[in-house]
Structures are given as structure tokens and as C-alpha cells.
């Protein structure tokens, strides 16, 4: 079975606004790990935040972990129409050095 | 920038047509993975390797199988396809061990089976 799970599934919102994006996992892990895929592509790494850190920032990225709910947050901040995409969660698990996916989250970026 | 490749991009394919997918990659990774994905849907792992000569199967259930003779190629093939087999196929590599290690994709195979 997948280990992280995304939520929403889909989510529609104006250019200028804000997306947030949750992750909710099963096992400990070393990290997680966010990633973009764009209709049709191969899936491009955004950004890994470690399992004893809190929040971390790269750009118009924002993401939070909170292990002892064992979640995590992804913020795109002042959205834009090219942010359009599925975001997915990934988790490296501490009992093992495989990567598992979420079903992702569909983002619609409007102009 | 991935230098991870996968070819061929986009395959139609008659139903018992024996296929296999290529993936190559250029970082000297010893892990690699191919995961398949439906349109709009999760990922699932369908195999994965340690390194040379190590291949395993992953939590979603194939019919294909892969090989690994060298680090760069972890081919995927189909001795009998069928339209199940119709997905997104995606390769992705990282490397063994350490911790917070990038998982890094191709461009995906899109297999469609008539």
C-alpha cells in the first residue's frame, strides 16, 4: 500500500492566491519529500524537509512536518497559472530505503 | 537537470506483442525503480533494484519483468501484453543509501495495448 496520502485531491484556485496541500503518512520516517508532475510527464523534486525539522522554505514553497501527527504541509504562495500541476508526497521510511507515493493533489491554477 | 531516459516515449501495441521499456541513467545511481501510473492516479512500484543483479518486486502486483546487467539500464519488459497493461510506465533512480537522497524520474512511457 501507498504510505503518504494527499489531501485535497484536487484543488482550483485564482492566480495571485494561496494553495495549501496536506500529506498524512503511516510509518517513521527519514524524510519527505515533495514533487511536481506536469500532465503527461516524469515527476521533478521540489522539495525534502527531515524528519527533525519543522518548516523549511525554498522560494514561493512553504512546507511543514509535523511527525507526531505524522503530516505534512505544502504552501505555494501567490499562486500562478504555471504552478498547475499534481503534487505528491513521497516517504522515505526509516525500516526501508523505498520511496512511496500519495495519489497526489491536482492543482488548477485560473489566470 | 535528470539525466535519466526513457524510451520509447509513446508505444501502441497489438494484444500478445512482446515489449520492453528502456530506462538509462547517467549518474551512477545504484538505485532504480519503475513505478506505473494511470492517468490522474498514484503512483504504484512495480519493481526496483539495489544494483547490478539485483531486481524485486514492488507492493503493486505485474506481469512484467526487469533486468539489470549494468548500473545505467533497468529495462522493463512484457513478454505478453494486454490491454490491462494500457498505463504510464515512469522510471525514476536515486541513490543507495544515505539519508534525503532525490528519487529522480524520466519522462515516462505511455503504453497504450489495442
Known amino acids: 500500500s501507498q504510505q503518504g496520502e494527499e489531501d485535497p485531491q484536487a484543488l482550483s484556485i485564482q492566480e495571485g492566491e494561496n494553495a495549501t496541500m496536506n500529506c498524512s503518512y503511516k510509518?517513521?520516517?527519514?524524510?519527505l519529500q515533495w514533487y511536481r508532475q506536469n500532465s503527461g510527464r516524469g515527476l521533478v523534486h521540489l522539495i525534502l524537509?527531515?524528519?527533525?525539522?519543522r518548516e523549511k522554505h525554498s522560494g514561493r514553497l512553504r512546507v511543514t512536518l509535523d511527525t507526531s501527527k505524522k503530516s505534512s504541509s505544502l504552501l505555494i504562495t501567490a499562486s500562478r497559472a504555471a504552478d498547475t500541476a499534481s503534487y505528491f508526497c513521497?516517504?522515505?521510511?526509516?525500516?526501508?530505503?523505498?520511496?512511496?507515493f500519495g495519489a497526489g493533489t491536482r492543482l488548477t491554477v485560473k489566470p | 537537470e535528470a539525466d535519466i531516459y526513457q524510451t520509447p516515449r509513446y508505444l501502441v501495441i497489438g494484444t500478445g506483442k512482446k515489449i520492453t521499456l528502456e530506462c538509462s541513467q547517467t549518474?551512477?545511481?545504484?538505485?532504480m525503480y519503475w513505478y506505473q501510473q494511470d492517468p490522474g492516479m498514484e503512483l504504484h512500484l512495480i519493481h526496483y533494484?539495489?544494483?547490478?543483479?539485483?531486481?524485486e518486486k514492488g507492493d503493486l502486483s505485474s506481469e512484467s519483468t526487469v533486468s539489470r546487467i549494468r548500473t545505467e539500464h533497468f529495462p522493463l519488459t512484457l513478454e505478453s501484453a494486454r490491454p490491462s497493461h494500457t498505463s504510464q510506465y515512469l522510471c525514476?533512480?536515486?541513490?543507495?543509501?544515505?539519508?534525503?537522497?532525490?528519487?529522480?524520474f524520466g519522462e515516462g512511457s505511455w503504453l497504450t495495448v489495442v
Open positions: 533494484s539495489y544494483g547490478v543483479n539485483s531486481t
Open positions: 549518474m551512477g545511481h545504484d538505485k
Open positions: 525514476a533512480s536515486k541513490e543507495l543509501g544515505g539519508r534525503g537522497n532525490t528519487i529522480y
Open positions: 524537509i527531515r524528519s527533525n525539522e
Open positions: 510509518t517513521s520516517i527519514n524524510n
Open positions: 513521497a516517504t522515505d521510511a526509516r525500516n526501508n530505503n523505498d520511496m512511496r
